[in-house]
């Protein structure tokens, strides 16, 4: 049977590359407060990052920065562990456990994967297994709810498929995870109005120089309705990500010029950017106070990891009593 212990929340950030407002809203933020109600468990996912990052210093650069970016954002930790997924190899071997049930066609079927083949990237027995490791990183950890923007909700679908068919043929293994999706932010829109995304090239990000940040959200798409003229709300990249940062008060003024007409997208963008940039004032002070205490990231990863390879260590004594490997 499954351990009991409070609702324990996890979640996984890749680190890719720079963080940016779509990973903000779609993950950080909720994960940040989802800590007050329960055990949180967010990690760093290097070992998914090694299917498309391949220089060990742009590696080690990135896993820094994001703990660093995620820590400025408010994630706390003493509440909540942060850590490298992997500073707890168990998963691998969980991922393998994994990968003896796991249908080819579950895994064939997986947006993501078909996604990133459609881009042009080498398919990778690493890419195509990739929703096994997600898998792991959940299970192994007995997660309750698991808060991912909307591109992820598959990946979990799967990581639940795989707790039933090990559940059916081994017992009660593992407890079955929830998605926590926000819809408002399930799926912020970049520059272009596709999903941002740092792999399309469409994102603004998080901890931007001001210069570029700007440069970011006044080159946002629009279409060609004159400065007189009404504008469409319903497909405007402007008004959505100004709906992330404004009041109550704010957005409705916005809606309301929106529709009016006499007001240009430029001038739309410049209030965006103003909201933007303002937003993230405090935790850009955070980040230089972080950035200051030399060792304070090291010693939060490794106290992350202590704890998280607590509870991974107990989870795969029960897995592989079950699947017969003592
Ligand atoms: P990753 O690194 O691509 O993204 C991290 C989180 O940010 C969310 N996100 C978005 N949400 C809304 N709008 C957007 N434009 C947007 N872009 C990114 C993602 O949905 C995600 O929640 N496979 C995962 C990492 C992972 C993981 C896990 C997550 C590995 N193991 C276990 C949860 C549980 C990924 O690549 O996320």
Redesign the pocket.
Same mark, same amino acid.
């Given at each position: 049977m499954t351990d009991k212990h409070p609702i324990r929340i996890?979640?996984?950030?890749?680190p890719?590359g720079v963080l /940016?407002i779509?990973?903000y809203?779609?993950?950080?933020r909720p994960a940040i407060a989802l800590q007050s109600e329960g055990e949180a468990f967010y990690?760093i996912?290097d070992y /998914?990052a090694l299917t498309s990052v391949r220089d060990p210093t742009t590696l080690c650069e990135n896993i820094h920065r994001v703990a660093l970016d995620f820590l400025a954002c408010g994630l706390d930790p003493e509440r909540g562990a942060l850590f490298r997924?992997s500073d707890v190899p168990q998963v691998t071997e969980l991922a393998w456990i994994l990968s003896t049930v796991a249908p080819m066609g579950l895994l064939e079927r997986s947006h993501?994967y078909k996604d990133k083949l459609a881009r042009g990237v080498p398919p990778s027995v690493g890419l195509f297994n990739?929703p096994v490791?997600?898998a792991a990183?959940?299970l192994i950890y007995d997660?309750d709810i *698991?808060? *991912?923007?909307?591109?992820?909700k598959q /990946?979990?679908e799967i990581t639940r498929d795989l707790a039933v068919k090990m559940n059916e043929a081994f017992g009660q293994v593992f407890k079955l995870p929830e998605p926590r999706i926000q819809a408002a932010?399930?799926? *912020?829109?970049?520059i272009d109005g596709q #999903?941002?995304? #740092?792999s399309y090239g469409n994102n603004i990000d998080i901890f931007g120089d001001e210069k570029e940040t700007r440069k970011r959200v006044m080159s946002i798409v629009t279409d060609s309705t004159p400065v007189e003229a009404p504008k469409d709300l319903s497909r405007s990249t402007i008004f959505q990500l100004y709906s992330l940062f404004g009041s109550n008060n704010e957005i409705v003024q916005m809606r309301e010029k929106f529709q009016e007409g006499g007001t240009g997208y430029g001038d739309f963008k410049k209030q965006l950017f103003e909201k933007l940039w303002e937003y993230f004032s405090p935790m850009r002070k955070r980040r230089e106070e972080i950035l200051a205490d030399k060792s304070y990231i090291d010693n939060v990863l490794a106290h992350g990891a202590k704890r998280a390879n607590e509870v991974a260590d107990r989870v795969m004594q029960r897995v592989r009593a079950a699947v017969g490997l003592r």
């Open positions: 996890l979640s996984g950030i890749q890719s /940016h779509g990973n809203f779609g993950m950080m990690f996912a /998914h997924q993501s990739y490791l997600m990183d959940i997660s *698991v808060p *991912v923007g909307k591109d992820q /990946h979990i932010t399930e799926v *912020v829109p970049g #999903k941002m995304s #740092k």
